[in-house]
C-alpha cells in the first residue's frame, strides 16, 4: 500500500524530457536542453530506451532507427552523410545538371572528380585558357573527405595542381562580393523535418564568416585571404584587429548582414529566393534515396558563397555543422537554432508514453511490479510502451472500437489517481503484447506537423496534449513548457486555411517553412517526388518575385497574387526578418 502510494505521488509530477549524447556531440545542445528543464541520460541508472532525443555528430547505425520508440527522436535520417562529401555532393548536382539543365542546377561551381576526371578537367582547363585570353583563370582544389579548409588550395597554373587522395578541382569564384575588401560566405541552418515527403525548414538567422585579411588575387597562398572558415582564421594575425567595416574576430549574424545590405540600398529578397531555391533544389538530388525515417530529423548548414553579380553559388553542404561557441555572434546564432529545432521536434505529445513505458528510477524502486531489470531482460517490454503508444494514438483519434484482441487486454486496468493520470502495468501489457507479436508501427510523418497550427506554441507555460484528447478518460501528464521564445505571429497560416493535418507548420521559432510552398509542391512531394513539377513551381514562384522586385507587369502579378489566395498558397518569404507572407508581398508592390 505504502509503495503504491508512493508511486502515485511520483507519477503525477512529470518526468522531464531526457537527452541522451554521444560522445563528441555538441556542448551547446546539452546547454540547451539544461535550460530547457530536460534531463541527461544517464545508462548507470536508465533503461535502454529511457530517452527522448539521441543526438550524435556521426551517423546512426541502422540498429538505431530499426529500434526507435514512438517517444524518441535522432537527430539524422540515415544516409545522409554522403551529401556532404565534397565528390558525391558535385556527382549528385552533375547528374541534375545534366537532366534538368543548367537553369536550374547552375550553382554550383563546375568540379572535377580527380583522379577519375583527370582528362576531363584538362579538356575544361584548355577550353577557359583559351577564352580567357591569356588572363589568369583559378580553381581551387579540396579533398573530397576533409573539412574546416584543411588540404585546400587554389591555384592558376595546372603545373601547381598536386594531390594524393581524391580531391575536387572546382571552378574558383574569383570575383566574390566583399565588404570593405573582405571575402565572406554564409553559413544557412536548414531543418530537414522529414525526407517523405520533403518537408524543409530554413533558419532567419545563420552566419556571414569572413577572412580576416583583405582579398587580393596575387597571393593565392595567402589562406586567411581566400578562405572564410573560422577554424583557419581564428589562428589568423588579423583575427583580434578592429577590421574596417567588419571588426573584431570574423563573424557576424546574418541580421548584421541584412541590416548592411539595406544600408547599401540593396533589394536582398531576390537573393533570399535564389538561396532557398539552391537549398530545395539540392535536397532534392538525394531525396528519392533517403529511407524513410518519421522520427528522425536533420540540421544541414549550407555554405553560399555571393559573387560581385549578387549570383549565390552553393560550396558545400555539412552534416553536423560545427556547434561549437568562439563568439558572441555564434552564441546567438547556434543556442537560437538549437532551440528552436527542438520545438520543431513537437516533445509535448510523447513523453507521456515514455513515462508510462519506463517509470523513472526514483519511481521503479518503490514499484511492486516493475524490476527495474524487467525491461533489459524481456524483450517484449520494448513492446510494451509501442502497445501503450497505440492505444494512445486511437483513442486520440477518437477511434473507441478498439481491436481489443490487439491493443486490450483483460489483466491491463487503466488506474487513475486523483489528478486523473493513468497508470499501465507494464507486465500487465506485456502479456498482451506476448500473444500478440506483431511488428510495431511507426508513427506517420503527418504525426510530426503542429496538430494545432504555430499559435499553439505561444499557449501557456504547460502544455498538455491535444483538446480532442482532454476529452478522453485518459488525461495526460503535462510536459515541461516548450519555449517559443522568438515567435511572431503572421497574418496568413496555410494550415489554418486548409485546415489540412498533413501541411506543415509555417513557422517554428525562425525556423520557416521554404519546402512545400504550396499546394502543387505539397502534391509533387507526397508520394514520389515529383522533381519537374517542383522546379516548375521553384522557377514560377522566382519569376514572380523578379517581376514584383522590378515592379513590371504589375497587373499580371496582382492576378496571380489573388490567383495564389485562391490557391491557399499564403507560404511566408525566407530571407527577411520579419517575413510577409508571399501574396502579402506580391500585392503590396
Ligand atoms: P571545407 O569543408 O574544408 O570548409 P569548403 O568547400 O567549404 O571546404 O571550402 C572552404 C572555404 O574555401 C570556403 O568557406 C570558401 O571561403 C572557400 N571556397 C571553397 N570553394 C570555393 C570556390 N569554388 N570559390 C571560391 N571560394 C571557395
Redesign the pocket.
Do not use: A, F
Given at each position: 500500500m505504502q509503495s503504491l502510494v508512493a508511486l502515485l505521488m511520483a507519477v503525477s509530477s512529470p518526468a522531464p524530457l531526457v537527452f541522451r549524447l554521444h560522445d563528441g556531440a555538441p556542448d551547446v545542445v546539452r546547454e540547451v536542453l539544461l535550460e530547457r528543464g530536460w534531463e541527461e541520460y544517464d545508462p548507470q541508472e536508465q533503461d535502454e530506451g529511457d530517452w527522448n532525443l539521441y543526438w550524435r555528430t556521426s551517423a546512426f547505425r541502422n540498429f538505431d532507427y530499426e529500434n526507435i520508440l514512438p517517444w524518441q527522436r535522432l537527430n539524422h535520417h540515415p544516409k545522409t552523410a554522403s551529401i556532404s562529401r565534397?565528390d558525391c555532393l558535385a556527382r549528385n548536382l552533375r547528374r541534375m545538371r545534366g537532366t534538368y539543365g543548367p537553369a536550374s542546377y547552375g550553382f554550383s561551381?563546375i568540379a572535377f572528380i580527380l583522379p577519375n576526371d583527370y582528362t576531363r578537367f584538362l579538356e575544361e582547363y584548355g577550353k577557359t585558357r583559351l577564352e580567357s585570353a591569356g588572363k589568369p583563370r583559378y580553381w581551387?582544389c579540396?579533398p573530397v573527405d576533409?573539412?574546416?579548409?584543411?588540404g585546400?588550395f587554389i591555384f592558376s597554373d595546372i603545373k601547381h595542381l598536386a594531390y594524393d587522395s581524391p580531391v575536387i578541382v572546382?571552378?574558383?569564384?574569383s570575383n566574390?562580393l566583399l565588404i570593405s575588401g573582405y571575402?565572406f560566405?554564409l553559413r544557412i541552418y536548414v531543418c530537414v523535418k522529414s525526407f517523405h515527403p520533403l518537408t524543409i525548414y530554413m533558419h532567419q538567422e545563420g552566419l556571414v564568416?569572413f577572412a580576416t585579411e583583405k582579398y587580393n588575387l596575387d597571393s593565392l597562398d595567402n589562406l586567411f585571404s581566400?578562405?572564410?572558415?573560422t577554424s583557419i582564421n581564428k589562428f589568423g594575425p588579423f583575427y583580434t584587429t578592429d577590421k574596417e567595416r567588419v571588426g573584431q574576430g570574423c563573424k557576424w549574424t546574418l541580421s548584421k548582414f541584412r541590416s548592411f545590405l539595406r544600408s547599401q540600398g540593396i533589394n536582398e529578397l531576390l537573393l533570399w529566393q535564389k538561396i532557398n531555391n539552391i537549398v530545395t533544389l539540392t535536397l532534392l538530388t538525394i531525396a528519392p534515396s533517403i529511407p524513410s525515417s518519421p522520427s528522425s530529423l536533420e540540421l544541414f548548414g549550407f555554405?553560399i558563397?555571393i559573387d560581385s553579380n549578387f549570383k549565390p553559388w552553393l560550396?558545400?553542404v555539412n552534416y553536423s555543422p560545427a556547434l561549437s561557441l568562439d563568439c558572441a555572434a555564434d552564441i546567438m546564432v547556434k543556442k537560437g537554432v538549437i532551440n528552436d529545432l527542438i520545438d520543431l521536434m513537437n516533445y509535448r505529445r510523447v513523453d507521456s508514453l515514455r513515462q508510462q513505458g519506463y517509470l523513472r528510477p526514483r519511481q521503479r524502486r518503490t514499484c511492486c511490479f516493475s524490476s527495474p531489470s524487467l525491461l533489459k531482460k524481456n524483450p517484449a517490454a520494448l513492446l510494451i510502451a509501442k502497445s501503450v503508444y497505440r492505444k494512445e494514438r486511437r483513442r486520440e483519434s477518437g477511434l473507441n472500437s478498439l481491436n481489443a484482441e490487439y491493443f486490450e487486454c483483460p489483466s491491463v486496468e487503466r488506474r487513475g489517481n486523483s489528478e486523473g493520470n493513468t497508470l499501465q502495468d507494464p507486465k500487465a501489457i506485456a502479456v498482451s503484447v506476448n500473444k500478440k507479436a506483431s511488428p510495431p508501427q511507426m508513427e506517420s510523418p503527418s504525426c510530426w506537423y503542429e496538430h494545432e497550427g504555430v499559435q499553439s506554441l505561444e499557449d501557456s507555460s504547460v502544455h498538455t496534449w491535444s483538446s480532442a484528447n482532454r476529452n478522453t478518460s485518459s488525461k495526460v501528464f503535462s510536459l515541461p513548457a516548450i519555449q517559443s521564445h522568438k515567435y511572431k505571429p503572421t497574418m496568413f497560416s496555410w494550415d489554418h486555411m486548409t485546415h489540412d493535418r498533413n501541411v506543415p507548420s509555417h513557422r517554428v521559432g525562425d525556423f520557416i517553412l521554404t519546402f512545400p510552398f504550396n499546394e502543387v509542391t505539397r502534391k509533387a512531394s507526397q508520394d514520389t517526388l515529383d522533381v519537374k513539377t517542383v522546379l516548375h513551381e521553384v522557377h514560377k514562384l522566382t519569376s514572380q518575385l523578379t517581376f514584383s522586385c522590378v515592379k513590371e507587369k504589375k497587373k499580371k502579378v496582382n492576378n496571380e497574387s489573388s490567383a495564389t489566395k485562391k490557391n491557399k498558397c499564403t507560404s511566408l518569404l525566407w530571407g527577411p526578418r520579419n517575413p510577409p507572407s508571399l501574396s502579402e508581398y506580391c500585392s503590396s508592390h
Open positions: 565534397k561551381p581551387i579540396k576533409l573539412s574546416r579548409g584543411r585546400i572546382q571552378k574558383y569564384i566574390p571575402k560566405d564568416r581566400h578562405l572564410t572558415n555554405d558563397l560550396l558545400e
